[in-house]
């Protein structure tokens, strides 16, 4: 089972560059989460998709747009990147709208903007 | 708005030592109450959980107790191993789903042989 996949692992802009993290699941979950991780911060989310053609906010959504065109696949584009968006990336699939479900975790995403 | 508050890390054991991790939170509602671990170089994987009061979630020799009266959950271990270094995140989701999960900061464990 590949269950949630994130690519690139690592990336390096230049301030001002555009980019697209790519999240794909193959666990037919109707629920995506994007999160960023930062030191002594935990992690915050950005935007969530509770099912295809469906999206919104979460707490830091500024910088950010997201899409989601199918069940398997929730990209999160980085439209001018800036230093305060670098960050660890951590996209999430959950199977269920229940609180207490489990949200399956991708490797995350190493992004710096120098 | 909801939030978690964990111990400050990071921690340093020696192999076998008790363990315990603090977690409080803050919600209005009656939120469900987890425990992730992320292993090195890895994304973040369920540990424990548990979904109303008095529940205690236990998984490898961790366990943890939700405690509504000091809106409490947390972390414990009785001997801990090389193999459990790793950053702990505790968490809540309340009703509007697990797609919405509000963190703590981590706690990095380090466990010396």
């Known amino acids: 089972n590949a269950g949630v996949t994130q690519t690139p692992k690592f990336q390096v802009l230049k301030t001002g560059q555009s980019m697209t993290l790519q999240c794909a699941q193959d666990?037919?979950?109707?629920?995506m989460s994007w999160y960023r991780q930062d030191p002594g911060m935990g992690l915050r989310l950005i935007h969530y998709s509770v099912g295809a053609g469906i999206t919104d906010q979460g707490e830091v959504p500024n910088g950010y747009n997201v899409s989601r065109s199918t069940t398997e696949d929730f990209p999160l584009r980085l439209l001018s990147a800036a230093p305060s968006q670098t960050s660890v990336y951590f996209c999430?699939?959950?199977?269920?709208?229940?609180?207490?479900?489990?949200?399956?975790f991708g490797q995350g995403t190493r992004l710096t903007v120098v | 708005g909801d939030s978690v508050t964990q111990m400050e890390g990071p921690v340093t054991l020696s192999e076998e030592a008790f363990l315990t991790i603090n977690c409080t939170y803050t919600?209005?509602?009656?939120?469900?109450l987890f425990w992730y671990v992320q292993y090195p170089g890895e994304g973040l994987q369920l540990l424990l959980k548990?979904?109303?009061?008095?529940d205690k979630g236990s998984n490898k020799g961790f366990e943890a107790t939700y405690r509504k009266e000091t809106t409490s959950f947390h972390l414990e271990k009785g001997s801990v191993q090389v193999s459990d270094s790793a950053v702990y995140f505790c968490?809540?989701?309340?009703?509007?789903?697990?797609?919405?999960?509000?963190f703590g900061q981590g706690t990095r464990l380090t466990i010396n042989p």
């Open positions: 666990m037919n979950h109707e629920y």
């Open positions: 999430a699939s959950i199977p269920t709208e229940q609180m207490n479900a489990e949200a399956f």
């Open positions: 968490a809540l989701s309340e009703g509007q789903g697990a797609q919405k999960l509000v």
């Open positions: 919600a209005t509602g009656y939120p469900s």
């Open positions: 548990a979904t109303k009061a008095d």
